[in-house]
């Protein structure tokens, strides 16, 4: 019996350690996406923002 529970005890700590690292990873891997999606598309980005701006402008000086 003791054996055996030493045995489960090893296994269980060996799950645990990568389950945690890897929940950290998922964790942070999330923004790493976004922040590689916007670094490639920055420039789109810009560019829609700028047309959002410059709608908003349009709008406003229509609506004076």
């Known amino acids: 019996m003791r054996h055996s529970s030493f045995n489960k005890l090893i296994f269980n700590n060996i799950l645990n350690i990568p389950v945690q690292k890897y929940y950290l990873f998922y964790l942070v891997l999330p923004f790493f996406e976004i922040f590689q999606f916007l670094m490639l598309h920055y ?3 810009l ?5 959002l701006l410059f709608l908003l402008k349009v709008h406003l000086s229509l609506s004076d």
């Open 47 to 51: 560019l829609f923002y700028i047309i």
């Open 43 to 45: 420039q789109l980005f």
